[in-house]
């Protein structure tokens, strides 16, 4: 589990205990927290451009404060001891480079017995270990959540419902979690108009373990997704105009089936934290098969703690199934194709400094030693003839609670 000082603001700010300021009264009440991050990050190289998922804009050399930057707020409205509702709106850049606010929670909340909790509305996807407060940074031991897995798949919220279940088990508490609905986001693709993935008939299950200070999470999800994009249109008309149109419907991320599979564990005691996660993406067409992981171990002592994180992403190789000719006026068609299908990984080695100076503020520092691929990793924005040279990254944030 997260130290208790971290797991008290990441609970008022998560899904499973935010909702209520009076648990025991029959009487309405309400709570307002809020949360946000001031940073600033910069790369050693113009080659290629460091995003957080769903930016547009990012950091090269010239550094940027849009990466990390957010700020966030929630009200939680308890109705009566059965019935509640949670409201979370969050401010960061958007896919189209602006610092935009969006709506990420909105759902009420029912509780037949106190073991057994049924939530319709908008609500936060819980593929990853730290879903429930992912943007919370001051919850967080990291700089930022570590992209190799967090890039995976850019679904943050879905609309629908869940049930989940708590029982006591082994000396801890077991919690089984299912879900049901579908979900749009949008990615970027162009300044003018981004792109989006759909999902729907998404479903999900999940199981999280606690016991002392030991927490475990894992389960799938899986749905119908679909990809639109401006650039995409463009090279599907060119290779149906060239006798390719095959290959553009093989390739087209319409209503396919794709399948998110993760499991991670945190152990935080003693001075010591280690976390880790391993996450997969299985599916067809341009969304191709992934995964990632990333272990982090870190040391407590006093308001101080340096941590250490390796992590890894590798895409699997799909462009033998996709064969375009790379000659004549075919090449860019031929790249287009290899850049969506082809092979992609990248391994990062990272070094960070927490520094909890107030009660509700943290300062941290964070270098990464990143090595991608010659197709860009995942950064994005790969100028042409970049071979996959190493690429330091340089960041620090102040993460506070309000």
Same mark, same amino acid.
């Given at each position: 589990m997260l130290h208790p000082k971290y797991r008290a603001c990441a609970l008022a700010l998560s899904l499973a205990a935010a909702c209520s300021a009076h648990a025991g009264d029959d009487t309405f009440s309400y709570r307002f927290s809020g949360f946000g991050t001031a940073g600033y990050t910069r790369t050693t190289s113009d080659d290629v451009l460091l995003v957080n998922p769903g930016q547009f804009k990012g950091a090269q050399r010239g550094g940027s404060g849009l990466v990390d930057s957010r700020v966030g707020g929630q009200l939680d409205l308890t109705f009566n001891h059965s019935l509640s509702a949670t409201v979370q709106g969050l401010a960061q850049q958007d896919a189209k480079g602006r610092?935009?606010?969006?709506?990420?929670?909105?759902?009420?909340? *029912?509780?037949?017995?106190?073991?057994?909790?049924?939530?319709?509305?908008r609500l936060g996807w819980p593929a990853y270990l730290v879903s429930d407060y992912r943007y919370v940074g001051y919850a967080n031991p990291w700089l930022r959540a570590p992209?190799?897995? *967090?890039?995976?798949?850019? +679904?943050d919220y879905f609309e629908g419902a869940d049930a989940s279940w708590t029982h006591g088990a082994?000396?801890?508490?077991?919690?089984?979690?299912? +879900?049901?609905g579908h979900a749009s986001s949008a990615l970027p693709d162009t300044a003018e108009r981004s792109a989006r993935i759909k999902v729907n008939q998404l479903v999900g299950a999940y199981a999280t373990y606690e016991i002392g200070n030991l927490r475990l999470r894992g389960g799938l999800s899986t749905g119908k997704a679909s990809y639109n994009s401006t650039s995409l249109d463009m090279l599907y008309g060119g290779l149906?105009?060239?006798?390719?149109?095959?290959?553009?419907?093989?390739?087209d991320a319409d209503n396919r089936r794709a399948t998110f599979i993760s499991v991670g564990g945190t152990y935080d005691a003693h001075n010591i934290l280690a976390t880790g996660e391993y996450a997969k993406l299985r599916s067809s067409g341009l969304l191709g098969s992934a995964n990632g992981w990333y272990g982090t171990l870190g040391y407590r002592h006093g308001n101080v703690m340096p941590y250490v994180t390796y992590a890894g992403y590798s895409k699997r190789d799909d462009s033998a199934q996709y064969p375009v000719p790379a000659v004549g006026p075919l090449l860019p068609l031929a790249m287009g194709v290899a850049g969506l299908a082809g092979g992609n990984g990248q391994h990062t080695a990272s070094i960070g400094l927490r520094w909890d100076v107030h009660s509700n503020v943290a300062i941290k520092a964070q270098f990464d030693h990143v090595r991608p691929a010659a197709a860009g990793g995942d950064f994005v924005h790969i100028a042409p003839g970049f071979t996959g040279h190493p690429v330091n990254v340089v960041s620090a944030v102040v993460d506070f609670l309000f």
């Open positions: 610092f935009a606010p969006q709506l990420e929670w909105a759902f009420v909340r *029912y509780k037949p017995t106190d073991n057994v909790s049924v939530r319709v509305g992209i190799e897995v *967090y890039n995976l798949a850019s +679904l082994g000396g801890g508490f077991l919690t089984l979690q299912v +879900l049901g149906a105009m060239t006798g390719f149109g095959d290959v553009a419907t093989r390739l």
